[in-house]
């Protein structure tokens, strides 16, 4: 899952960031209205953690504006504006949710898994597919019932391949939805990645290479692919 932090007061914005992180969730700061859109006009988010009082463009405005350009992003509401009219107000604007400071990150998290199972196509929680199970709430994979311990880079990796459900995603789609706006493009973290994945998983393998193009998630070959 990738997550866009809109928020002005920047130790709240950076201990959030860095709680979505520990959670396997890649997490981008825009510190004001202006700088969300331009993330928003490069960058494709699963949700948009949105405080309403936020310095350049109104966050008001930026809902309003996520919605009719139909960006295909959740907005969860994150502000200090708790009285009933106001979130009455936030879900008119065209808000999916509406999270109160102060807050639990805890709760921020749940929320968040909760929204991006609510896309155009609906993801199921658990995802279940070769034998494997991956709980994106309790960051628990199992494969044919047996505990695999996955850092969390190689969990969200994992997620997002198993979500597309047997869809080949390119190296670019992975670094995208899976890293921050840090990254570097011209890295080979994604192959690095799937390789050390693959070894964690185990024989046969189950994340698989379409030369060209990119990765996919599925059953395990007649031959087992190499690591690269």
């Known amino acids: 899952m990738r997550v866009l932090v809109v928020e002005d007061e920047i130790y709240l914005a950076e201990a959030v960031q860095a709680g979505l992180r520990l959670e396997a969730i890649a997490a981008d700061v825009a510190g004001d209205g202006d700088a969300a859109l331009?993330?928003?006009a490069v960058h494709a988010y699963d949700v948009v953690v949105l405080d309403r009082d936020i310095p350049g463009t109104h966050g008001d405005e930026v809902?309003?504006?996520?919605?009719?350009?139909g960006l295909g992003c959740r907005v969860l509401m994150l502000t200090a504006a708790a009285r009933l009219g106001d979130k009455v107000d936030g879900f008119e604007l065209g808000a999916d949710d509406y999270l109160t400071k102060p807050f639990d990150l805890?709760?921020?998290v749940v929320r968040l898994r909760a929204l991006a199972r609510r896309p155009a196509r609906s993801a199921p929680p658990v995802l279940q597919q070769a034998g494997l199970r991956l709980d994106p709430f309790r960051r628990e994979v199992y494969?044919?019932?047996?505990?695999v311990a996955l850092p969390r880079k190689q969990f969200a990796v994992l997620e997002v391949l198993m979500a597309a459900r047997g869809g080949v995603i390119s190296s670019e789609e992975l670094l995208e939805r899976a890293w921050d706006e840090n990254a570097d493009p011209f890295t080979n973290a994604v192959r690095i990645t799937i390789s050390s994945l693959r070894k964690r998983l185990g024989h046969p393998w189950v994340v698989h290479t379409v030369p060209g193009v990119g990765y996919r998630f599925g059953e395990p070959a007649a031959e087992a692919e190499g690591t690269r």
């Open 38 to 40: 331009e993330r928003l």
């Open 63 to 69: 809902c309003r504006i996520i919605v009719e350009r």
């Open 106 to 108: 805890a709760e921020l």
């Open 143 to 147: 494969r044919d019932g047996r505990y």
